[in-house]
């Protein structure tokens, strides 16, 4: 039998997904699990946006231009517009996904072995992407104690080596809800320019903003060469089964690699690009009212955390997830505990343990992403579950300030 | 400026896409050009599948399950069953496109510097799969003189090393049109088992074979962890744009693998599963008349290519493309010319030159590949236009056997 390849067996499985056969199981049993684990909003999608879609008269489903609908990249250009960001439609190659951004950013800027600094925690399949690229990615640690701000200049200065090619940074952050401010920008931009590295920016949560408003990478002065932009309709719009992202650069040579790239995986998705394009004319409230309820959420949820003994929620600027650290022995086996072992009044709730967020293999152990993806409701009653679940967890033990410090 | 990397420079451009500048500059013109270049049909998408999407009632566009929805991977299983084949719902894990399955084949199969044997002339974004695997394509010769059919046994085994992990076929082939038939599956299989290697199959054109029918890799015995058949339902339905395909093996560790590359970009795109699901269930003789339709224009363009004086052009047995030898220095320089110096009866004919399909440099430098995707009508006047062109083609020139039988 021919062997699988050494990426095959080291890609790390999802730690948003890996705890599904236990979510099921107790489904089976009849206990309600919410899902605080993934991303997925119950946020509808605007209806006129799938109307777009439904209203379609086109009579064959063809490709696209690999670059993504002309009339799309073009109306995009309106909605950077509105954030200060003036961009030639040219410099918008549209993507099947946020993820596939990143893959190609991955692809065209780093050769294998080259490295890109991530503050961690970070969005878990960044590993997939830099696995499929071979490209190391080297972290950089964002702390609990200090509401996981960007770690300081010298922390990543002690990093740079040769190799380094790039940073990346999710802001608003997934997973741990912290939003850069512009100085920290700044600082990523000396950094950038001292030593000719890319900036990645993923900027997937941009409208969801709570504290202060969002500064882009692409509002940075003199970084044309050095900004690229990983952009994606699916938290949005609560769009997330479209499969429609954007790659946005004004860096002419990784634009035109970057083409090559989506030639050969032909066009996008056709269907959500309509989609996609109806978006940029909801009306200018639409982002007020889905902030509204996400920050309704927000409160609900990091108030609920802090107010559990034992429980540290520092509360998130932005995107809909909280970090927390849990009185537990090892998050990984509570989350599976609770799913498992554990239920409250017939439910319980499903976490993401916060360990594959790490790239540092000793950090995260007593952490937990949440989604605050579920309406008030449903969010009291997970909380509630949490609370009564660690008044019983057999693996109780203190938080500990120690581990998060640890830069191992 | 922080460069771009090597596989970024050396991707190559799509032989099929890089005259689109050309053109484009004939049509401001005015001059109408046929595009006999790429694989994307006229043909009518089945409306009752476009309306299963536009009759759809969901209100949130929800990620899928990272291998697809259960429905249609337990539907696809019944479309299988029509060609003998057998499958476990849960050997089908849809991708976006054919595309993204090769690539899932590769990462999770071959490690970075491992080689994968393909026929030549092949599919050119093989290449830029292979690019992005980090894996060396060996190309064996298939020649215009033996009609494309598989290379003998003693060419592929003169080229396997200890590299070697996998021969790939496409089948019927683009760009060659050719079937193979059961004896040649039955000979890869032979040489797969001897030498403990992957049969990665692109079955994309399954349906459309015009002489005998299908034999698919699935179909072989005793290869159940070798075989890897690679499908999309892109111009099976005319659904190009909807990207959706579908990775199938009853090797569980392979499914396993991919599992983890498919939850690292999320999910297929779900409008268009909706669709797929939909076209399982179209009227049995779909395909009778949409095959009929291909085999007369087959005909024609067959007919009318090798009556121009100069012309050669086997007879394909599938698919929708056909490889023809024109009386031409070099087809890079005449399909750029009959797109920027000629005309007639204003109109020209778009083609995609061959060398783009060969990883042998010195092949396919008299050759094109056509799609015949146009009506008929249009085909006619197509060939017109070709036949007229090299009447007066300054870089005329006999055609030559010598190219073609050289494997440098």
Known sequence: MPKISHRGMQMPPSPIRKLVPYAEAAKKKGIRVYHLNIGQPDIETPPQILDAVRHSTFKVLEYSHSAGNESYRKKLTSYYARFDI????????????????????????????????????????????????????????????????????????????????AILICNPNNPTGYLYSREELETLREICLRHDLYLFSDEAYREFCYEGSHFSALQLRGMKENVIVLDTISKRYSACGGRIGAFVTKNQTVLDSVMKFAQSRLSPPSFAQILGEAAVDLP?????????????????????????????????????YAMAQLPVDDADTFCQ???????????????????????????????????YVLNKNDIQHAMECLAEALKIYPGKKETTEVLARSNV
């Open 86 to 165: 003036h961009l030639d439609y040219s410099q918008i190659i549209i993507t099947t996904g946020g993820s596939e951004a990143i893959l190609f950013a991955m692809m065209s800027c780093l050769n294998p072995g080259d490295e890109i600094i991530i503050p961690e925690p970070f969005y878990a399949n960044y590993n997939g992407f830099a696995m499929e690229a071979q490209v190391r990615i080297i972290p950089v640690t964002s702390t609990i104690e200090n509401s996981f701000a960007l770690p300081p200049v010298k922390d990543f200065e002690k990093l740079i080596t040769e190799r380094t090619k």
């Open 284 to 320: 200018a409230d639409y982002f007020d009212h889905v902030k509204e309820e996400y920050r309704s959420r927000r409160n609900l949820l990091v108030k609920m955390l802090n107010d559990i003994p034992g429980v540290k929620c520092p509360r998130p600027g932005g995107a809909f």
């Open 337 to 371: 505990w609770i799913l498992e072992e554990f239920a409250f009044k017939n439910q319980t709730v499903m976490l993401a343990p916060a360990s594959g967020f790490y790239a540092s293999s000793s950090l995260g152990k007593q952490e937990v992403r949440l989604a």
